[in-house]
Structures are given as structure tokens and as C-alpha cells.
């Protein structure tokens, strides 16, 4: 507005005096070139005239002298030129304003959440608060976002969350949480904003600095959130888990049940075969929970469903068997190759896979843009001869750590274009970047946003999530409604997508769930699915229990 203004006392004053000197220049032009006096009211007359084309009157029989004609020419110039500048300037925002898209300036909500900036991770957020029917508020700076939100039914509100006002105005002092997801420094300042009135919900702030984490929760964050860590450690945690024979990775479900992603190495001895041909379940005693197939989640896959290797099983058992399991998941080819991890990107992410596999005791190779301490190649991830410097031709895995998907889709499309053997594990920012990566090679990729957006909806909804940096959600969450039912009854997969793994009662786990199995009052339903399907059993189960959730602990990996 105040730059509006600037322009517009500008513009007036250079309209002005423009005026002023052509009214001057007429009154002299005809008194020393046509010998014809004129009155500055009389010479001013003809000025406004002629700038606002409304015709001159008997004057235009005067002009006969060439300097008096130039005059007229330079006057009726200026005036087009004064008035096609004020279309862009004034008219068209003035009009662009009128009939723009108006949106709300305050809103009217109790226990809700309000999400400062709308990112990849707080979208995927507010598809599970609307699952639960938990109302969300938007504050987001950039006014053709927001607008596209207001056409999308998200209630949002066009402003800066790092102002007070602003947040009174999305309801602060009756919101359940306030998400801040801007940047370091902007989240920051929403955090002191948040908590300096006497109404102070939850804060749950984003950092990709962990070295600023601290600054956050001094300016009064409740929760601070580094996902590229916590990503960065589960690739790397994927790196050791290829190399080494155990299941390192798995999700400890009780003393005798774990769940572990198992990527399908070519040229094992499941690639090619059906599930029901690979016999996992007769050979391991392993339960196939669901599978991704080229990134595309099935629960549970189908008996004629076929194995390849782009396949990740998502299997449960015991450790011994999830070990025999992997085996029949690996190739000989990959087994013989023992070369460095070459890690692509060395951001914050790839900068804590490089440190794990080093500390792990394996040789680690590092290909940036950014020639700095720890690069090993200064290049480009995505060039065939930067990858072939780093010794893409041993490497026993490759690790695409990078910022941008689309460079990290076509890093693996070159990779496997040099080396079709070796594995490729990628970090996506985005989820809808998952499934094209998966066609373009990778083995395992796990998306920035899922890890994120698993962390809010935890903490938001007082979920007891299992585990944050898998491609699926395993979550323990009591069985509510469908007490009394048996799991036939219940038919929870078909009507969610979810598999039940286990049930904790009395202390004990239950792995072996018959359809005639009952669900009893007090019982803790263990179930695993995508993101979406078990925010969809939770709604089910009734949704989150406020007392629960203002009682929730942390998540444990932030």
C-alpha cells in the first residue's frame, strides 16, 4: 500500500507540473509567435483540452507558426503518454482489486489448527485433520496461493503469519496448535508472535538448520521438528541395512514382532515370481502385510500380483525370519559388489547419510555443485563423467540426496544408464515425485513431506506412531468402536485399507488374528497402511481425544 502511495504522489506531481508548463509554454508561443494574447486561465483551458481530448474550440485556427505547432504536437504527446501510464499503474490493479477474488480477513473457529504457509508437508497435514473432521486455518503471504486455497475450499487467509494480528485474525486465542512451516527465521518470529498473549496453543515449529532448534524453542516453540535429519539418517540407516544381512531397520512391534521394508534386488529369487508363487509365507513363516509395486501401495497385494525389481514387501515376523526372508530378497550380482556408497547431494540430508556410513565403517564417495569440505567430486550428479569420477562402476549403492526432484529423477535415469545393477535409494521432497522415481530405477525412496507430515499429525492427534521414516505408517491406536466385533465383522482393511498386525491385551501381543478373532474393550489395535489409510481407520475410531492429545508426548525422532 505505502509503495501504491509513493507511485501515486509521484505520478500526480509530475501530472501537475506538466500542466503548469505547457499552460506557460501556450500563453508565450502565441503571444511571440502568433502575436494573439492569451490569459494563463484562457492558455490553461486549452492545456486541459488537449490532455483530456476533448477538442480545442476556435483556438485551432490560431496555430500557424511552426514553433507554436511543435508545441501542440509535444502537448498531445505527453497527454497519451500520461494516460497510457496510468492504466498499469492505477486502473488496472484498482480493477484487478475490484473484481479479484475477495478473501476473508478473520475467521471464526474453536479447537482448530492454523498452518502458516502452505508446503508439500502441511498439505498432506491438512488432508488428515479433514479425515478426523479437525478444522484447519491458512495464513499464507503469497495472495495467488492463497486464492487457490480460497477456490479449493481450504479456509485461508492472506496475510503475515509472523504478526500478531494476523494470527488473532485466523482465531489464535481458541486454536488447538499453530504450524510453522515459512523458514528458520520467519518461524522464529511466529513462535514469539504465538506466545505472547495469554492465549498460547501448541507451537510446533520447522527448522532445516538443527543448529537453530534451540533459538526456536527459547522463543517459546513447543515442538521443534528437523525432518531432513531424521531422513537423512533413515537412508543411511537403508544404506548399512543393504549391506550388512540383518533387518536393522525394522519396526519393533513387541519382543516378538517386527515390520520391515524389504526392497526386491534383480535377479533374486522372488523377482519374476507371484506372491503366491514365491512361497514367503510356507518358506519364512513371514506375513506379507502389502507391497509397493513401483510405487504404488497394495494392502494386502494379490496372490497373482508379480514380483520385480522395483518391488518393496512390507512383511512382519520374527527377526530370525525376517532374516530369511531378506535373503531370498538379495541378488549374487549385488552380494559380490562391495565398492564405496556414492552419495549425491551434500545438503543437510546427505551430509548425515555420509556421516552414518562413515561412522558405520563404510567408504563413502560425495558428489556437490559446491566445491567444500567433504566433496570428493565437484560436479553434477545427474553428468555421466561426474558420476564415473566417483567410481560409479563399483559403487555398491548410490544415494540421491538432492533438493530438487526433478534433478533427482533424472540422476537415477542416468545411473541406471551407466549401471543397471547397482541400488539406488532417493529422497523425494515431494510425494507425487515418489512414483517417478520408482519408474525411472530407484530401489527405495522415501518422500521429505511423508516424514513431516507423519510428525504434525502425531503430535496433533495424539497418535502413537510407530515409525516416521518408512513409506508406510505403522500405528498402535485403541479399538474404539469396534469393540465386540470380531475382525470379519469389523472389516477393517476393506473399509480403511489398513492391515491388522497385532493386538496388545493385558500386557500380551497377538500375532495370530483368525477372522473369528473378538476385539475386546481396552484392546490396542497395531495396524500398518499408507498415510491415508490409517488416517482413515482413526477417523473411524472416533478421532483424536482432546484430553489425550493436550497429554501426548513428543515424538521420539525429531
Given at each position: 500500500m ?5 507511485r501515486f ?16 509554454a ?21 492545456v ?8 480545442y ?9 511552426a514553433?507554436?505547432?511543435a508545441l ?17 499503474l ?14 476473508p ?10 498452518v502458516?504457509?502452505y ?5 498432506m ?10 478444522e ?5 503471504q503469497?495472495?495467488?496461493v492463497?486464492i487457490?486455497?480460497?477456490?479449493d ?25 499453530v504450524v ?12 514469539l508472535?504465538?506466545k ?23 522463543a ?13 539418517r533413515?537412508?543411511a540407516s ?7 544381512a540383518g ?13 520391515v ?19 514367503i ?11 509397493w ?10 496372490p ?20 530369511q526372508?531378506k535373503?531370498?530378497t ?6 559380490l559388489r562391495?565398492?564405496?556408497?556414492i552419495?549425491?547431494g551434500?545438503g ?9 556410513v562413515t561412522?558405520?565403517?563404510?567408504e563413502?564417495r560425495?558428489?556437490?555443485h ?18 564415473e ?11 540421491l ?16 544408464q551407466?549401471?543397471?545393477?547397482v ?9 507425487d ?5 520408482y ?9 521429505l ?30 479399538a ?5 466385533e ?21 500386557g ?6 483368525g ?6 474393550d ?19 475410531t ?10 501426548a ?5 525429531q
Amino acid at each position: 500500500m505505502e509503495r501504491r502511495q509513493r507511485r501515486f504522489v509521484l505520478y500526480a506531481g509530475a501530472f501537475v507540473g506538466m500542466i503548469l508548463f505547457y499552460t506557460l509554454a501556450y500563453k508565450v508561443a502565441l503571444g511571440a509567435f502568433e502575436n494573439q494574447y492569451r490569459s494563463f486561465l484562457a492558455s490553461l483551458l486549452v492545456v486541459v483540452e488537449t490532455f483530456t481530448t476533448l477538442g480545442y474550440g476556435t483556438d485551432a485556427g490560431a496555430w500557424t507558426a511552426a514553433p507554436t505547432i511543435a508545441l501542440m504536437v509535444a502537448m498531445q504527446f505527453s497527454a497519451v503518454f500520461f494516460i497510457f501510464m496510468a492504466l498499469p499503474l492505477f486502473v488496472s490493479p484498482w480493477l484487478e482489486e475490484t473484481f479479484s477474488t475477495t478473501l476473508p480477513d478473520r475467521v471464526d473457529r474453536e479447537d482448530h489448527v492454523i498452518v502458516c504457509a502452505y508446503t508439500g508437508r502441511s498439505r498432506m497435514l491438512l488432508d488428515e485433520l479433514a479425515l478426523v473432521d479437525l478444522e484447519a486455518v491458512v495464513i499464507e503471504q503469497d495472495r495467488e496461493v492463497a486464492i487457490d486455497l480460497h477456490g479449493d475450499d481450504v479456509t485461508v487467509i492472506h496475510g503475515d503469519p509472523k504478526s500478531r494480528e494476523v494470527l488473532d485474525a485466523a482465531g489464535l486465542g481458541s486454536a488447538r496448535a499453530v504450524v510453522a512451516d515459512v523458514n528458520d527465521e520467519a518461524n522464529a518470529s511466529i513462535a514469539l508472535a504465538a506466545k505472547a498473549g495469554d492465549a498460547a496453543p501448541q507451537v510446533l515449529t520447522f527448522v532445516e538448520d538443527p543448529d537453530v532448534a534451540e533459538y526456536h524453542r527459547y522463543a517459546g516453540a513447543d515442538e521443534v521438528f528437523t525432518p531432513r535429519t531424521l531422513i537423512g539418517r533413515s537412508l543411511a540407516s537403508k544404506v548399512t541395512t543393504s549391506i550388512e544381512a540383518g533387518v536393522g531397520d525394522a519396526v519393533e512391534i513387541g519382543d516378538d514382532l517386527e515390520i520391515v521394508e524389504l526392497p526386491v534386488q534383480p535377479g533374486s529369487d522372488l523377482s519374476g515370481r507371484t506372491i503366491a508363487e514365491s512361497g514367503i509365507r510356507e518358506q519364512t513363516g513371514v506375513n506379507v502385510v502389502g507391497a509397493w509395486f513401483r510405487g504404488e501401495f497394495v494392502s494386502p497385494p494379490s496372490p497373482e500380483a508379480r514380483i520385480d525389481d522395483r518391488t518393496v514387501l512390507l512383511v512382519a515376523g520374527e527377526e530370525s525370519q525376517l532374516e530369511q526372508l531378506k535373503a531370498l530378497t538379495l541378488s549374487d550380482k549385488r552380494r559380490l559388489r562391495s565398492g564405496p556408497v556414492i552419495v549425491g547431494g551434500l545438503g543437510e540430508v546427505g551430509t548425515t547419510v555420509e556421516e552414518a556410513v562413515t561412522a558405520a565403517g563404510y567408504e563413502c564417495r560425495t558428489i556437490d555443485h559446491t566445491d567444500r569440505p567433504g566433496v570428493d567430486v565437484v560436479g553434477d550428479v545427474t553428468n555421466s563423467e561426474h558420476l564415473e569420477a566417483a567410481g560409479i562402476g563399483d559403487a555398491s549403492i548410490v544415494v540421491l540426496a538432492l533438493s530438487d526432484d526433478t534433478d533427482a529423477i533424472f540422476a537415477t535415469l542416468a545411473i541406471r544408464q551407466l549401471d543397471p545393477d547397482v541400488e539406488v535409494i532417493a529422497r523425494a521432497n515431494k510425494t507425487d515425485s515418489v512414483v517417478k522415481l520408482y519408474q525411472a530405477g530407484a530401489d527405495y525412496v522415501l518422500a521429505l513431506s511423508t516424514v513431516s507430515g507423519r510428525m504434525l499429525a502425531s503430535t496433533i492427534l495424539g497418535e502413537e506412531m510407530l515409525t516416521y521414516d518408512q513409506q508406510i505408517a505403522v500405528v498402535r491406536t485403541p479399538a474404539g468402536p469396534f469393540a465386540g466385533e470380531t475382525l470379519a465383522e469389523a472389516d477393517i482393511r476393506a473399509r480403511t485399507g489398513v492391515t491388522v498386525v497385532a493386538i496388545e491385551r493385558d500386557g500380551t501381543l497377538r500375532t495370530e488374528l483368525g477372522p473369528d478373532f473378538e476385539l475386546s474393550d481396552g484392546d490396542e489395535v497395531i495396524v500398518a497402511g499408507s498415510d491415508e489409510a490409517v488416517t482413515s481407520f482413526t477417523a473411524l475410531t472416533g478421532g483424536p481425544d482432546p484430553d489425550a492429545i493436550a497429554d501426548a508426548d513428543a515424538p521420539a525422532d525429531q
